[in-house]
């Protein structure tokens, strides 16, 4: 019983992650279509529910980065995220080479 509790919420906490990307996602090919293919942290953030980790919005644009999704621009601005002493940190502005794709089930 207690493999198939684990099984169940390995699932569920898979789901909710992938449903946590789907978000980040959406809103950053928004702030690209919205400034010119520029992409920076402070922009997606007030577009995603208050529900999602705040941790994955940073873990998402690294992972799109190495893809070769998005592009360092080399500008820097302050990360802009009040909940943190991070706020005043300077974070990197990105190129949207291409929209984020949904993700494959």
């Not at 705040?54 to 644009?61: D, E, M, S, V």
């Amino acid at each position: 019983m207690t493999a198939t509790l684990d099984a169940i919420d390995l699932v569920a906490s898979d789901h909710r992650r992938a449903t946590h990307r789907d978000h980040i996602r959406r809103a950053i090919n928004l702030v690209a279509r919205e400034n010119d293919g520029q992409v920076h942290i402070a922009d997606v953030r007030p577009l995603l529910p208050t529900w999602i980790d705040p941790h994955q919005p940073g873990a998402f644009i690294c992972a799109q980065v190495r893809m070769g999704r998005l592009i360092p621009t080399g500008q820097y601005r302050p990360n802009g995220q009040h909940k943190s002493r991070n706020r005043t940190k300077p974070a990197q502005v990105y190129r949207l080479a291409a929209p984020i794709p949904e993700e494959e089930s």
